[in-house]
C-alpha cells in the first residue's frame, strides 16, 4: 500500500457531482427490497389497497355503463328532438291545478306545425291517459293492465324502438281511424305466446284491433314495465278512448342544417299565436328537448355515482391507515438503518423522500391490482345486468393517482418521524 | 490544524440536574495524526467523539474542521459535512443487513450523488484496498465479524474524508481478528490519512501516535507515544 493515499485522492474528489438522481434511486431500490424482504406485511396492505381501488374503480365503471344505457334506454332516438307539452313535468307541484286548466295540445297544433315550421322535419302527436291502464285479451290469454297510448306514424321512425315482427302502422292506417295496434315486447308475449300475432284482433275493452307489428324487448334497467305498452293510432284513440285525463305531447324531430334552438323559436312563435299568448304573458305550454332531458338523466346519475364514489373511497382510507400503521411498524424496525444512513451523510430529506417511495411504490402496486381486479369485477357487474361495459380512462389515471397519493399522505406521519431521528440515538437502537 | 476545539462543552439537563458530558475541552489535531481517545465509561468520549463526528453539536466552545467551524451548523449541513469529511467505524459494525458488502461501501456515495458506475468502480476499488473483493456480493449476515469490520472501514474510506473516526472497533471482535483489523488501520495511517479512534483497550491503543485520556468530561492526559 505504497501510494493508497493517492488511490483514494483520485477516487472521489471531483466525482461528487451531487445528482439527487442517485438517491431517487437508491431510495426506489431500497423500496423494492423491503417489499421482497416483507412478501407478506406487503401483500396484505396491498390486498387492502388492491380492495379499496377495485371498489371505487367498479363503481365508477358501472355508473358510467349505467349512465350510457339510461341514455340508450329512455331516450332510445334517432335524431334529438323537441318536446312540446302543456306544462314542465319536472317542475314540481306549484299551481298543478293551473296548468291541468292550460288548453290540451291537438292535433291541429301538430299539423300546424309540421305545416308551418320550415325548420320542422317531422312532427309525433302522443295521447296517453295518466294512471288509465287496460287489459288487452286474445281469446283466453290476457295480459295484465299496460298502458295504451295514441301515437302518430311517425313515433316508429323517430324513437328507435325495434320492430320485433310485422311493421308500425302506416299514414293512411292513421288518416282512417284503423284499428290496429302495435304491441310492446310484453304484451306480445302474454297474448301470443305460441303463435304468431300478426293479423291477429284483438280485444281492449269492446273494440277489436288487428296487430300489425310487436316490439322487441328493451332489455331495459326498468325491467318489464317498459316493455308492457301498445301503440294505437291517436285518431282512433280519440274515437275510442278519449277520456278526461288524455295529456297530448308533441315532438318534432328538426331538418339537417338546423338547430333545435331554431326549431324551438319557431314553434314558440307559432304556438303563442294559436293558443292565444298575448304579447309579454308567459307561456302556456312547455317546450323542452331530449338533450335537456339527457342532461337531467346525466346530472342524475352523476350525483348518485359521486355518492358512491365517496362512499367507496372510505375502504381506500382504511386501506390508507393500513398503511400508516405498517410504515410505524417499519421505521421503527429500522430505527438503526435510518442511523446508520444519516452517520454516512443522508439528509433528512433524503431519509423522509424513502419512506415516501415506499409508502407510494406500496398503494401504487395495490392501485394497479385494484385497477385491474375493478375492470374484472366492472366486467361482471355489466354482464349480469346488460350493461354497456366501459372503464373510463381518466378513472384508471385517477384510480393509480388517488391509490399513490393514500400512499403519500398516509407515508408521511412516518416518514416525518423517521427523518426526524436524532442519529446518535437511532444507532444505538436495538 | 486539521481539527481544532476551543473550550468545548456539552451540558445535559436531566432534570434538575445539568450533567456536563464534555466540561471544556480545547483540542488540536493535525493531518494524518493518528489518536486513541481513552477513558473509563462516562468520561465523556462518546460525546466528543459524536461532536467530533458532527453527529452532535456542542452546547458550549468551538468546533473548527479544516479551518472553517462547525459547531453550529443545521442538520443538513452537518449531514453534508459527516458525508465529505467523515468516516465512521463503529463497534457494532452498523452495516445494512439487506445490502451486499458493495451496497454498502456504496451508501456514502449514494448520499453524494455519484452516478451508478461510477460509485461501483470506486467501491470495488476501497473493496480491494480492505481485501474483500471477492466478498463484494456477500451480505454481512454471511460474513466473518472480522469481514464485516472490513468493510465497514471500506465505507468509511470511500468518501475519501478527511478523518476516519472510530469507535471501539475492535470492541466485538476476539483478539486475533483484532489485530489483523488493526493491521488494516495502520495501513489506512500510513497512507495518509487522519485517525481518532476510540477505545479501552491498552494494546489498541499502542498502535496509535497519540493517546488522550479522559476523565470526568476533561482531558486527563495528553501524550505522544510513537
Given at each position: 500500500?505504497?501510494?493508497?493515499?493517492?488511490?483514494?485522492?483520485?477516487?472521489?474528489?471531483?466525482?461528487?457531482?451531487?445528482?439527487?438522481?442517485?438517491?431517487?434511486?437508491?431510495?426506489?431500490?431500497?423500496?423494492?427490497?423491503?417489499?421482497?424482504?416483507?412478501?407478506?406485511?406487503?401483500?396484505?396492505?396491498?390486498?387492502?389497497?388492491?380492495?379499496?381501488?377495485?371498489?371505487?374503480?367498479?363503481?365508477?365503471?358501472?355508473?358510467?355503463?349505467?349512465?350510457?344505457?339510461?341514455?340508450?334506454?329512455?331516450?332510445?332516438?334517432?335524431?334529438?328532438?323537441?318536446?312540446?307539452?302543456?306544462?314542465?313535468?319536472?317542475?314540481?307541484?306549484?299551481?298543478?291545478?293551473?296548468?291541468?286548466?292550460?288548453?290540451?295540445?291537438?292535433?291541429?297544433?301538430?299539423?300546424?306545425?309540421?305545416?308551418?315550421?320550415?325548420?320542422?322535419?317531422?312532427?309525433?302527436?302522443?295521447?296517453?291517459?295518466?294512471?288509465?291502464?287496460?287489459?288487452?285479451?286474445?281469446?283466453?290469454?290476457?295480459?295484465?293492465?299496460?298502458?295504451?297510448?295514441?301515437?302518430?306514424?311517425?313515433?316508429?321512425?323517430?324513437?328507435?324502438?325495434?320492430?320485433?315482427?310485422?311493421?308500425?302502422?302506416?299514414?293512411?292506417?292513421?288518416?282512417?281511424?284503423?284499428?290496429?295496434?302495435?304491441?310492446?315486447?310484453?304484451?306480445?308475449?302474454?297474448?301470443?305466446?305460441?303463435?304468431?300475432?300478426?293479423?291477429?284482433?284483438?280485444?281492449?275493452?269492446?273494440?277489436?284491433?288487428?296487430?300489425?307489428?310487436?316490439?322487441?324487448?328493451?332489455?331495459?334497467?326498468?325491467?318489464?314495465?317498459?316493455?308492457?305498452?301498445?301503440?294505437?293510432?291517436?285518431?282512433?284513440?280519440?274515437?275510442?278512448?278519449?277520456?278526461?285525463?288524455?295529456?297530448?305531447?308533441?315532438?318534432?324531430?328538426?331538418?339537417?342544417?338546423?338547430?333545435?334552438?331554431?326549431?324551438?323559436?319557431?314553434?314558440?312563435?307559432?304556438?303563442?299565436?294559436?293558443?292565444?299568448?298575448?304579447?309579454?304573458?308567459?307561456?302556456?305550454?312547455?317546450?323542452?328537448?331530449?338533450?335537456?332531458?339527457?342532461?337531467?338523466?346525466?346530472?342524475?346519475?352523476?350525483?348518485?355515482?359521486?355518492?358512491?364514489?365517496?362512499?367507496?373511497?372510505?375502504?381506500?382510507?382504511?386501506?390508507?391507515?393500513?398503511?400508516?400503521?405498517?410504515?410505524?411498524?417499519?421505521?421503527?424496525?429500522?430505527?438503526?438503518?435510518?442511523?446508520?444512513?444519516?452517520?454516512?451523510?443522508?439528509?433528512?430529506?433524503?431519509?423522509?423522500?424513502?419512506?415516501?417511495?415506499?409508502?407510494?411504490?406500496?398503494?401504487?402496486?395495490?392501485?394497479?391490482?385494484?385497477?385491474?381486479?375493478?375492470?374484472?369485477?366492472?366486467?361482471?357487474?355489466?354482464?349480469?345486468?346488460?350493461?354497456?361495459?366501459?372503464?373510463?380512462?381518466?378513472?384508471?389515471?385517477?384510480?393509480?393517482?388517488?391509490?399513490?397519493?393514500?400512499?403519500?399522505?398516509?407515508?408521511?406521519?412516518?416518514?416525518?418521524?423517521?427523518?426526524?431521528?436524532?442519529?446518535?440515538?437511532?444507532?444505538?437502537?436495538? | 490544524?486539521?481539527?481544532?476545539v476551543k473550550g468545548l462543552k456539552k451540558i445535559y439537563d436531566?432534570?434538575?440536574q445539568r450533567i456536563e458530558a464534555v466540561a471544556g475541552v480545547d483540542l488540536?489535531?493535525?493531518?494524518?495524526?493518528?489518536?486513541?481517545?481513552?477513558g473509563p465509561?462516562g468520561s465523556g468520549k462518546s460525546t466528543l467523539?459524536?461532536i467530533?463526528?458532527?453527529?452532535?453539536?456542542p452546547t458550549e466552545g468551538?468546533?473548527?474542521?479544516?479551518?472553517?467551524?462547525?459547531?453550529?451548523?443545521?442538520?443538513?449541513?452537518?449531514?453534508?459535512?459527516?458525508?465529505?469529511?467523515?468516516?465512521?467505524?463503529?463497534?457494532?459494525?452498523?452495516?445494512?443487513?439487506?445490502?451486499?458488502?458493495?451496497?454498502?461501501?456504496?451508501?456514502?456515495?449514494?448520499?453524494?450523488?455519484?452516478?451508478?458506475?461510477?460509485?461501483?468502480?470506486?467501491?470495488?476499488?476501497?473493496?480491494?484496498?480492505?481485501?474483500?473483493?471477492?466478498?463484494?456480493?456477500?451480505?454481512?449476515?454471511?460474513?466473518?465479524?472480522?469481514?464485516?469490520?472490513?468493510?465497514?472501514?471500506?465505507?468509511?474510506?470511500?468518501?475519501?474524508?478527511?478523518?476516519?473516526?472510530?469507535?471501539?472497533?475492535?470492541?466485538?471482535?476476539?483478539?486475533?481478528?483484532?489485530?489483523?483489523?488493526?493491521?488494516?488501520?495502520?495501513?489506512?495511517?500510513?497512507?495518509?490519512?487522519?485517525?481518532?479512534?476510540?477505545?479501552?483497550?491498552?494494546?489498541?491503543?499502542?498502535?496509535?501516535?497519540?493517546?488522550l485520556r479522559l476523565r470526568d468530561g476533561k482531558i486527563e492526559?495528553?501524550?505522544?507515544?510513537?
Amino acid at each position: 500500500m505504497t501510494n493508497g493515499k493517492s488511490d483514494l485522492k483520485r477516487l472521489s474528489r471531483g466525482d461528487t457531482e451531487n445528482s439527487g438522481g442517485a438517491i431517487w434511486h437508491e431510495n426506489f431500490r431500497q423500496a423494492i427490497n423491503i417489499l421482497r424482504s416483507h412478501k407478506m406485511r406487503s401483500g396484505l396492505l396491498i390486498v387492502g389497497v388492491a380492495i379499496g381501488v377495485t371498489t371505487v374503480l367498479a363503481i365508477v365503471t358501472v355508473m358510467s355503463g349505467l349512465d350510457k344505457r339510461v341514455q340508450q334506454d329512455i331516450l332510445s332516438v334517432n335524431k334529438p328532438y323537441l318536446i312540446v307539452s302543456r306544462f314542465d313535468p319536472f317542475a314540481g307541484t306549484k299551481d298543478k291545478r293551473d296548468l291541468m286548466r292550460r288548453k290540451k295540445l291537438t292535433s291541429s297544433d301538430a299539423e300546424a306545425i309540421e305545416d308551418r315550421c320550415p325548420t320542422v322535419d317531422r312532427v309525433d302527436l302522443q295521447v296517453n291517459a295518466e294512471g288509465m291502464m287496460s287489459v288487452l285479451r286474445y281469446g283466453n290469454e290476457r295480459t295484465n293492465l299496460i298502458q295504451v297510448m295514441g301515437a302518430s306514424h311517425n313515433f316508429g321512425y323517430m324513437f328507435s324502438f325495434s320492430i320485433e315482427k310485422g311493421r308500425f302502422f302506416t299514414k293512411f292506417e292513421q288518416d282512417h281511424k284503423a284499428r290496429v295496434i302495435v304491441l310492446g315486447y310484453g304484451p306480445a308475449k302474454d297474448l301470443f305466446p305460441h303463435r304468431g300475432p300478426i293479423g291477429k284482433m284483438i280485444k281492449i275493452g269492446t273494440h277489436r284491433y288487428k296487430v300489425v307489428g310487436t316490439m322487441g324487448s328493451r332489455e331495459n334497467i326498468m325491467g318489464s314495465i317498459s316493455d308492457n305498452y301498445a301503440i294505437i293510432p291517436y285518431t282512433i284513440y280519440e274515437k275510442d278512448r278519449s277520456s278526461k285525463r288524455d295529456d297530448y305531447q308533441i315532438a318534432i324531430t328538426i331538418r339537417d342544417g338546423f338547430t333545435l334552438e331554431k326549431g324551438i323559436e319557431e314553434t314558440t312563435a307559432l304556438l303563442r299565436k294559436r293558443r292565444g299568448v298575448k304579447p309579454g304573458e308567459e307561456n302556456n305550454f312547455y317546450i323542452t328537448t331530449s338533450e335537456t332531458f339527457k342532461e337531467m338523466l346525466g346530472n342524475i346519475t352523476k350525483y348518485i355515482g359521486l355518492v358512491l364514489v365517496v362512499i367507496s373511497s372510505i375502504g381506500l382510507m382504511v386501506g390508507g391507515i393500513g398503511v400508516m400503521n405498517i410504515m410505524l411498524i417499519s421505521v421503527t424496525e429500522r430505527t438503526r438503518e435510518v442511523g446508520i444512513r444519516m452517520a454516512v451523510g443522508a439528509k433528512k430529506k433524503d431519509i423522509l423522500q424513502q419512506f415516501l417511495i415506499e409508502a407510494v411504490v406500496l398503494t401504487g402496486i395495490g392501485g394497479i391490482m385494484g385497477i385491474i381486479l375493478g375492470m374484472f369485477a366492472a366486467r361482471g357487474v355489466a354482464m349480469l345486468i346488460h350493461f354497456p361495459y366501459s372503464v373510463p380512462i381518466i378513472w384508471i389515471i385517477i384510480a393509480f393517482v388517488f391509490s399513490s397519493s393514500i400512499g403519500l399522505i398516509f407515508g408521511l406521519y412516518p416518514a416525518n418521524k423517521a427523518a426526524g431521528m436524532d442519529p446518535i440515538v437511532a444507532l444505538r437502537a436495538e | 490544524m486539521l481539527i481544532t476545539v476551543k473550550g468545548l462543552k456539552k451540558i445535559y439537563d436531566v432534570g434538575s440536574q445539568r450533567i456536563e458530558a464534555v466540561a471544556g475541552v480545547d483540542l488540536e489535531i493535525g493531518k494524518n495524526e493518528y489518536v486513541s481517545i481513552m477513558g473509563p465509561s462516562g468520561s465523556g468520549k462518546s460525546t466528543l467523539m459524536n461532536i467530533l463526528g458532527c453527529l452532535d453539536t456542542p452546547t458550549e466552545g468551538k468546533y473548527y474542521l479544516n479551518g472553517s467551524e462547525v459547531s453550529n451548523l443545521d442538520d443538513d449541513r452537518l449531514a453534508y459535512i459527516r458525508n465529505r469529511e467523515i468516516g465512521f467505524v463503529f463497534q457494532t459494525f452498523n452495516l445494512l443487513p439487506r445490502a451486499n458488502s458493495l451496497q454498502n461501501v456504496e451508501l456514502p456515495l449514494v448520499y453524494a450523488g455519484v452516478s451508478a458506475g461510477k460509485r461501483k468502480r470506486i467501491a470495488m476499488e476501497v473493496l480491494d484496498l480492505v481485501g474483500l473483493v471477492d466478498r463484494a456480493m456477500h451480505r454481512p449476515s454471511e460474513l466473518s465479524g472480522g469481514q464485516r469490520q472490513r468493510v465497514a472501514i471500506a465505507r468509511a474510506l470511500v468518501n475519501n474524508p478527511s478523518i476516519i473516526l472510530a469507535d471501539e472497533p475492535t470492541g466485538n471482535l476476539d483478539s486475533k481478528t483484532g489485530e489483523e483489523l488493526m493491521a488494516v488501520f495502520n495501513k489506512i495511517h500510513e497512507s495518509g490519512n487522519t485517525i481518532i479512534m476510540v477505545t479501552h483497550e491498552e494494546n489498541v491503543a499502542r498502535h496509535s501516535m497519540r493517546i488522550l485520556r479522559l476523565r470526568d468530561g476533561k482531558i486527563e492526559s495528553d501524550k505522544i507515544i510513537n
